[in-house]
């Protein structure tokens, strides 16, 4: 393939679906993951290239995790860039927290994010080349109250990047751990009124960020980036 070729995970809307149009633009082969079909697609629909893919995933699932991954190896050539974007919150006093609830926080926010990274490294690797972009969120960052357990899963996702960007130190490989506040996305609707989403970051400003801080510079690299909200 001519393109480089881009993996999103939670693709289907907020930021994964930003930073999906902004590497359609740049001419990347993009390949949308997600639960939902129709929102993937209506992603990829926006889209003014054809080059793009659409699989349905549960990143929770590492049986399920490593099947799909080897079929866009397969259908679409090497990954050249993976975004761990796929992420989930349950906001409540720690004691109020459901364990389905801690589990889904746990299973994808975390095992997620591991289990898709697992997936890519070995080839970027072999390759000597790639570049990973973690979405962790400042709650990876400081404990927040009603935000125990979804800082726990981010702490975890924090604790695991910077283990591989010590792993892989001596490869061409990019880590970038994102760490970003609140942004205007589906993610707010059952917790902040409509007044207080229109307060928080536009998702295209943080992808326009993260892309600026994984471009291939010389004698530098960014293994992490913080963006916060302007508080007024």
Known sequence: MDSKHVVI?????GLGASLALKYAEMDYHVTLLGRTFSKLRYVADKMSSDKVSVYTLDVS???EVAKVFKEITEDNGDIDVLVNNAGVGVFDDAENISPDSVDQMIDINLKGTIYCTQAVLPRMKERNEGTIIQVISTAGLDGKTSESVYCASKFGARGFTESIIKELDDTDIHVLAAYMGGMKTSFWDDIYSKEEIQHLMDPDDVADIIL????????LTVPEIVIKNHLT
């Open 61 to 63: 699932s590492h049986e």
């Open 9 to 13: 995970t939670g693709a289907g809307s």
């Open 212 to 219: 600026a801080n994984v471009k291939a510079r010389k004698n």
